[in-house]
């Protein structure tokens, strides 16, 4: 069962070793995306794929601020 785009970033957003948390990004975003684009056509669930939008740029900061990536 693939895993759920919640759980993927659950996962990464408690890891608290640097080293294994640039890992779980990267396993995270591209289930994050893939949820995103199934989503893209639904018009009733606005609210899901504002939070997995979310999702991606919380990601994308932690890279960018805590990992200087």
């Not at 069962?1 to 990004?25: C, H, N």
């Not at 995270?28 to 639904?42: G, H, K, T, Y």
């Not at 009733?44 to 994308?60: K, W, Y």
């Amino acid at each position: 069962m693939p895993q759920s785009w919640e759980a993927a970033y659950r996962q990464a957003m408690v890891e608290t070793d640097r080293f294994r948390l640039i890992g779980k990004i990267d396993l995270a975003i591209p289930v994050l995306r893939a949820c995103l684009e199934e989503l893209e056509s639904s018009a009733e669930r606005l609210a899901e794929r504002q939070r997995i939008s979310d999702a991606l740029l919380t990601l994308d900061m932690v890279r960018r601020v805590e990992l200087k990536i």
